[in-house]
C-alpha cells in the first residue's frame, strides 16, 4: 500500500523546467520595470540640459529656477575646460 513511484523522471524534468522558466520572467519583467537612468532614445545617459529641458516642458520647474540652472551649468562647464 504505497504511492506508487511518483512523477518519475519525466515529471521532475518538467518540474524543473518549469521553475526555471518561472523565475527567468520574474526576473526579465523586474528588469524591464525597473528603470535604469538611460533616457528611451538610443539608450545613452541623458545629458544635464536634456533633464533639465525636459523638467521645464513638464512644468517641475518656472522659468527663473530654468534659467538659473542654465546658467549653472554653463559656468560649470566653462570651469572645468
Not at 504505497?2 to 523565475?23: N, P, S
Amino acid at each position: 500500500m504505497g504511492y506508487g513511484w511518483g512523477m518519475g523522471m519525466g515529471g521532475w524534468i518538467f518540474m524543473a523546467l518549469f521553475w526555471i522558466v518561472v523565475v527567468g520572467l520574474i526576473v526579465w519583467g523586474v528588469g524591464v520595470l525597473l528603470p535604469r537612468g538611460r533616457s528611451e532614445q538610443g539608450g545613452r545617459p541623458e545629458r544635464p540640459e536634456e533633464i533639465l529641458d525636459r523638467r521645464f516642458a513638464l512644468g517641475e520647474i518656472d522659468v527663473e529656477q530654468y534659467r538659473r540652472a542654465r546658467e549653472d551649468l554653463a559656468a560649470a562647464r566653462s570651469a572645468r575646460r
